[in-house]
C-alpha cells in the first residue's frame, strides 16, 4: 500500500549571520536540505548547485511515462532505470536501490560541478554543502547524506536519527573517546570529515528506511540540531499534531537556543495515498531560489594564471584530499574541514559605507531637529495664548503674546487699541500699563479690564478737572465798624442769608459740586493722585 507525504518546509537567515547559505527542495517525492560553506561566501553557490541537480533528479523521476519505459539519459552518469507502475500515463516512481542510484547520480553531478567551478574561479576554493534528505517511492525511504545536517523519524512516539554525522567528534564518540554530551559543547564540533566540495574521495551515505503511516520526518540543517538537543527537538515533535504549529515551536527553539546559523527546516507526515498531495508542485527554498549558478564550459580551455592552458577536464585540477597524519591527542586530524574558515564575516555586520557610518549622527540631528520643533511650536502655541494690557504710544492697547523679544524680534501683536491715555488712568494703574504686568489667559479677560480702566480714566479726568477750578470765596462785612459783627444772622433765620452768602468747603481730589466727599468707596489703588 502507498502512502503520500504532507510537508512543512521552512528557511531563514537566522539572528546573527548576514545572509542566508542553506538551500532546501520539497515534492511529494523528494525532500533535501543542503547547508553550504566557505569559499569567497560561495556557500550558497555550492548548496544551490546540490539542490538543482537534485531537483533535475527528481523531475526526471515524477515524468509521467508509459509503463516500462526508462527515463531520457541526461549525460552517461545517469543511470538508465526501469520505471513501472499500475496505470499507463501516471507518474511512475523510483524505488528501492533505484532512488538510491538516482541520488548517488545527482550528487556526483553536482560534486563534478563544484569542482568545475573551483578550477573557472580559483576564489571559490574551499566551498562546499552538507546534503541530507530522502527520495519517497511510496513505501520507503531512500536517504542520501553527507556532512552534519541531519534527518530524524519519529514513529510510535520514539525519536531515532536517520543519519550518522560525518563530523569529527562523532568519530570521537563513536570511538568512545568522548560523550555525546561532551560532544555537544566540544570547541571543535563544527570541523566536518565530508562535505560535497568537489573532493572525489568524500562520498554520501545512502541507505533506505522502510515508510509507516503515521510516521513523522524531520530534515534539518545544524541552525536547528546544533542550537537544540535532541529530547527538544522530540518534544516538539510529538507534542502537536499539527505540522505548522510543529515548524513554528522548532523555529523558536532555534532562536531561543541562540540563531547562531542559517535555519533550514522539513517536517513531513506521511499520510494515507492522496492524489492531492501527490500532484503539489515542487518548492525550492533558500540560497537555491535566488542564487544564479555559472554556466562552466569544462571542455574550453582554462587560464591558470602561469601562462600555460589545460584542456583536460576541470575537475580533475581540484587537488584530492591529503592523507591525515596521526594528529596528537585532541588534536583535529589533517584534512578535516572548518567551515567557518571561510565566513567570520558572516557572524559580524557588513563593515558601513562612508555614507552609512554617518547615518547615526544624521538620525541624532533629525531627532534634535525634531525636537526643536516640536519645542518651539510648543513655545508658540503657549505664546499666541496670552495677552497683557501695555503701552502703545501714550495710550492703552491689548496685546496678545508676551511682552519679550527672542532674536530681536517681538513676541507680542496689538490686537486692540483704546483712546485711554495713560496719563489720565490713577497713578498706580498707570505704572501696570507701562510695565505691561496686566497679563491675562484670553482676550476677554483682557478686554473686560480695559474696559475697567476707561471707566478709572474717566474718573480721574474728572477729578483732575473739578481741582484745577478756582474755589468760591467767603463774602464778609464791611470793617468800617470793627464793632460791627461779623455775622448777623441768627440761628434758624434762614431769609437773612442769600445762597451766595453760604460757605462751601472743597476737598481737594473731589468732583466738584459735591459736598464734602471720602473715597473710602473704592480702594485707594484707584486714586487718581
Given amino acids: 500500500m502507498a502512502f503520500s507525504l504532507r510537508i512543512r518546509a521552512h528557511s531563514e537567515i537566522g539572528l546573527v549571520r548576514t545572509n542566508n547559505q542553506d538551500s532546501a527542495y520539497v515534492s511529494p517525492s523528494l525532500i533535501v536540505v543542503a547547508d553550504g560553506m566557505g569559499g569567497a561566501a560561495a556557500g550558497d553557490l555550492a548548496s544551490a548547485v546540490a539542490i538543482r541537480e537534485l531537483a533535475r533528479a527528481d523531475e526526471v523521476n515524477r515524468a509521467p511515462r508509459a509503463p516500462g519505459v526508462p527515463p531520457p539519459p541526461e549525460d552517461p552518469l545517469q543511470p538508465t532505470l526501469d520505471f513501472g507502475g499500475p496505470v499507463a500515463g501516471e507518474p511512475r516512481h523510483l524505488a528501492g536501490e533505484q532512488m538510491l542510484e538516482s541520488l548517488g547520480g545527482a550528487l556526483s553531478k553536482a560534486n563534478d560541478t563544484l569542482a568545475d567551478l573551483v578550477v573557472w574561479d580559483h576564489s571559490l576554493e574551499g566551498m562546499g554543502t552538507t546534503v541530507c534528505g530522502a527520495m519517497f517511492s ?22 531515532r536519527r536517520l543519519t550518522h554525522d560525518h563530523s569529527w567528534v562523532q568519530s570521537l564518540v563513536d570511538e568512545g573517546k568522548i560523550s555525546p554530551e561532551d560532544a555537544a559543547t566540544h570547541p571543535h564540533r ?8 568537489g573532493q572525489p574521495t568524500h562520498t554520501p551515505d545512502f541507505h533506505l528506511v522502510d515508510a509507516q503511516l503515521g510516521d513523522r520526518l ?15 527537538i522530540h518534544h516538539l ?27 533550514t527546516i522539513i517536517v513531513a507526515d506521511v ?13 525550492v527554498l533558500g540560497a537555491a531560489s535566488t542564487v544564479e549558478i555559472p554556466q562552466v564550459d569544462a571542455t574550453h580551455p582554462i587560464d591558470l594564471g602561469d601562462g600555460s592552458e589545460d584542456t583536460q577536464r576541470l575537475h580533475s585540477h581540484v587537488p584530492t584530499a591529503p592523507v591525515p597524519l596521526a594528529p596528537a591527542p585532541g588534536t583535529p586530524p589533517e584534512g578535516v574541514i572548518d567551515p567557518d574558515r571561510f565566513e567570520a564575516y558572516r557572524y559580524t ?11 547615526p549622527l544624521v538620525i541624532t540631528f533629525v531627532l534634535l531637529a525634531a525636537l526643536a520643533v516640536g519645542a518651539l511650536l510648543g513655545a508658540r502655541a503657549y505664546v499666541t495664548s496670552q495677552y497683557f494690557i501695555g503701552p502703545r504710544d501714550d495710550n492703552v492697547a491689548v496685546y496678545r503674546g508676551l511682552p519679550d523679544e527672542f532674536i530681536g524680534r517681538s513676541l507680542a501683536e496689538v490686537v486692540e487699541d483704546s483712546s485711554i491715555r495713560i496719563d489720565d488712568l490713577p497713578p498706580y494703574y498707570a505704572g501696570l500699563v507701562r510695565d505691561s504686568r496686566l497679563r491675562y489667559d484670553n482676550a476677554d479677560e483682557a478686554r473686560e479690564q480695559l474696559d475697567k480702566l476707561d471707566q478709572m480714566a474717566r474718573k480721574c479726568i474728572a477729578e483732575r478737572a473739578a481741582g484745577q477750578s478756582p474755589t468760591p470765596e467767603t463774602p464778609s462785612t464791611s470793617p468800617a465798624d470793627p464793632s460791627t459783627p461779623t455775622d448777623q444772622s441768627t440761628p434758624g433765620d434762614a431769609d437773612s442769608s442769600s445762597p451766595a452768602e453760604t460757605a462751601v468747603t472743597v476737598t481737594p481730589g473731589t468732583p466738584s459740586g459735591s ?3 471720602s473715597t473710602s468707596d473704592r480702594p485707594d489703588l484707584e486714586a487718581c493722585g
Avoid at 499520510?271 to 515542487?282: D, I
Wanted: hydrophobic share 35%; net charge negative.
Fill in 271 to 283: 499520510v494515507e495515498y492522496s492524489p492531492g498531495l501527490e500532484a503539489a508542485s515542487p518548492r
Fill in 237 to 263: 515533535l510529538t507534542s502537536n499534531d499539527s505540522l505548522d504549529q510543529a515548524l513554528t515551536d522548532l523555529t523558536a527553539a532555534a532562536h531561543a537556543g541562540g540563531g547562531l546559523d542559517n535555519i
Fill in 349 to 359: 555586520p557588513k563593515l558601513a559605507g562612508r555614507r552609512l557610518r554617518w547615518m
Fill in 515 to 517: 459736598p464734602t466727599s
Fill in 218 to 232: 524531520l530534515f534539518c540543517s545544524d541552525g536547528l540540531c546544533g542550537m537544540v538537543d535532541d529530547d527538544v
Fill in 138 to 159: 511510496g513505501t520507503q525511504y531512500g536517504i542520501c547524506h553527507i556532512g552534519d545536517s541531519r534527518g530524524y523519524l519519529v514513529r510510535d512516539g520514539g525519536l
Fill in 190 to 197: 563544527s570541523l566536518l570529515l565530508k562535505v560535497l566540495n
